[in-house]
């Protein structure tokens, strides 16, 4: 069991930075593909990043490489996504996502199996 809680989004002008944080509670955590999805209104929930149990291996949706970087601290039981350079386009709910199912990363949402209530990043322009 994986118990996930998002925290530190907001609202930020266009260029400017955010760092949202997942906090993990479970002794699983070490043993989870942890992954960041986004939905803005409207929309399907869509893949944005993911890291490897140990951090050493990361993915990332095309729209947001080189602006946004997704780390974690297994010490800490914690995920983390900077999002550097934001834009108008990029508001949206930000959720924190486990998969205990699988040993490689994941980009669809049927692949993780524990979610967090999610933090609304807003980016006016």
């Known amino acids: 069991q994986v118990q996930l809680v998002e925290s530190g989004g907001g609202l930020v002008q266009a260029a400017g930075s955010l760092r949202p944080s997942c906090a993990a509670s479970g002794r699983t955590f070490n043993n989870c593909i942890m992954g960041w999805f986004r939905q803005a209104p409207g929309m399907e929930r869509e893949f944005v990043a993911a890291?490897?149990?140990?951090?050493?291996?990361?993915s990332y949706t095309d729209s947001v490489k080189g602006r946004f970087t997704i780390s974690r601290d297994n010490a800490k039981n914690a995920v983390y996504l900077q999002l550097n350079s934001l834009k108008p386009e990029d508001t949206a709910v930000y959720y924190c996502?486990?998969?205990?199912?699988?040993?490689?990363?994941?980009?669809?949402?049927?692949?993780?199996?524990?979610w967090g209530q999610g933090t609304q990043v807003t980016v006016s322009s």
């Open positions: 996502a486990a998969s205990t199912a699988s040993a490689t990363l994941r980009i669809t949402v049927n692949s993780y199996n524990y």
């Open positions: 890291i490897s149990r140990r951090g050493g291996s990361t």
